[in-house]
């Protein structure tokens, strides 16, 4: 006699095995009624009875199998299971309607994303270069753009422009710009490695800074240090505070610095250059050693797009250049590179969403695209197109909701992109990185 083997699907106890009881079938029957297949009689119907899919199902099945010619019920196949076998065959069940008093469970809202830009802004004599930094946006809602010798701030609420400073060597020219945190200062670096600090309520020039030996393409703000990267491959930190004072020096780049951001923590700084090579310092340790705490080698060209996620304070996300072509995203807390998407052209600039897990891309070299794209798998949401040249800039508005697209075309465009921040609901704090459903219009 046969024994079936145990299959690793049965269950370890009593199994799913039915095993027939053959003292209580009559094979006869059984025999005659799958070979002839003789309807019986069917039994009469009750008046004003709808019946339901599953009970049409059980009087086919009676009426075929379990019944003689008299309407009696007989065995024709009697099996018994095990106890310990709990699992149903409840096919029927599935093809029952929700019903309409079943609560539905909530859906998220559509968030629509525009695809075309909300504001267009003239931009002439912007340079083309991929170590500049010529435009930020500051907390005071005020966006400071360098356009060929001169510094303007440029006032979204109010629509007006104004001249901040003008130069008036051509080959001094404003190089880096970087808003301090209160949005009430703003630091211009220059091609002939000055760095002026400005007043931009009272329009006034507080202090200078000369410490390079090229030019200032990278400035950024923690708190009242000042960072600046150079093309002398040099980091430096000044304290404003005290004119300006050295308080740190940092060497690890071969090339002129890209690239120059802080984390959203404040507690490291990451730097890029055209040395190929993006390095991470930390804050603590400036001061006592000029030693990286990481360095990543990945990319194949220059590294001018860095940008620390807002949830995340030690996730880096960097992109290469022209013959690089790559987003990755970095721990910062291990040195391992956690996902990387190959885009297919230059990646010049990086900034993530506030509000949710996205993060905003600009490229060049080709269709000249802005890409939304998912995180943390980097896939592609929506492209924003509209620009005739390589995106060279972002910057964000202090609520997070809008981005500033500066390019080669000698435009500034304005992406109502990410949103603004969901309100609080009333039943708790529910995460404002929740994902929800998109759509693209």
């Known amino acids: 006699m046969y024994t079936p083997t145990r299959s690793k699907y049965n269950s370890p106890v009593g199994g799913d095995r039915f095993i027939p009881t053959r003292s209580l079938m009559d ?9 002839n297949w003789m309807p019986a009689k069917k039994p009469k119907e009750e008046e004003h009875f709808n019946p339901t899919p599953k009970d049409e199902y059980r009087r086919k099945i009676e009426e075929h199998f379990n019944v003689d ?36 469970k909530p859906v998220n809202p559509v968030r629509h994303v525009t695809t075309h830009s909300d504001l267009i802004l003239d ?11 010529l435009m930020d ?7 400071a753009i360098a356009l060929g010798l001169s510094v303007y701030l440029y006032s979204i609420d109010s629509r007006k422009t104004e001249l901040l400073l003008e130069s008036d060597n051509y080959d001094d020219y404003p190089s880096s710009l970087a808003w301090s945190h209160d949005g009430r200062t703003l630091a211009v670096g220059f091609s002939t490695s000055r760095i002026e600090v400005w007043d931009a309520v009272r329009v006034q020039l507080v202090g200078v800074v000369e410490a390079h030996g090229g030019r200032v393409g990278s400035l950024c703000w923690n708190g009242h240090i000042l960072s600046s990267g150079g093309s002398d491959g ?4 000044h304290d404003v505070r005290s004119n300006g004072r050295m308080v ?21 700084l990451a730097s890029g250059a055209n040395d190929c090579l993006v390095n991470v310092w930390d804050q603590r340790c400036m001061q006592q050693c000029s030693k990286y705490l990481y360095q990543f080698r990945d990319h194949t060209a220059p590294v001018r797009a860095l940008a620390w996620c807002p949830f995340k304070s030690h996730t880096l996300a960097t992109g290469g250049g022209p013959s690089d072509g790559s987003i990755k995203i970095w721990n910062t807390s291990n040195g391992n590179c956690v996902t990387t998407a190959d ?33 943390p798998s980097l896939r592609k949401i929506v492209d924003l197109r509209g620009h005739k040249a ?29 949103g603004l921040p969901p309100c609080p609901s009333k039943g708790g704090d529910e995460s404002i990185f929740s994902l929800k459903r998109m759509h693209i219009r």
């Open 123 to 133: 931009a002439p004599n912007l340079r083309d270069s991929d170590c500049l930094k």
């Open 390 to 418: 390589r995106v060279l800039h972002f910057s964000q508005s202090p609520d997070g909701s809008t981005v500033a697209s500066a390019s080669a075309d000698e435009t500034i465009r304005f992406w109502k992109v990410f």
């Open 343 to 375: 885009t297919g052209s230059q990646v010049c600039a990086l900034e993530w969403n506030k509000h949710k897990k996205e993060i905003l891309s600009a490229h060049g070299s080709g269709e000249n695209l802005i890409t939304l794209r998912s995180y």
């Open 137 to 143: 946006w500051g907390r005071e809602n005020i966006l």
């Open 248 to 268: 740190s020096r940092l060497r690890a780049h071969s090339g002129e610095l890209c690239g120059l951001r802080w984390s959203e923590d404040n507690v490291r």
């Open 27 to 35: 094979m006869d029957f059984a025999r005659s009624a799958f070979s």
């Open 234 to 237: 040099l980091i430096i930190n």
């Open 69 to 104: 010619s008299e309407g009696k019920p007989r065995r024709m196949l009697v099996f018994r299971t095990s106890s310990a076998c709990k699992r149903k065959l409840s096919f029927i069940d599935e093809l029952q309607v929700e019903s309409p008093t079943t609560p539905r």
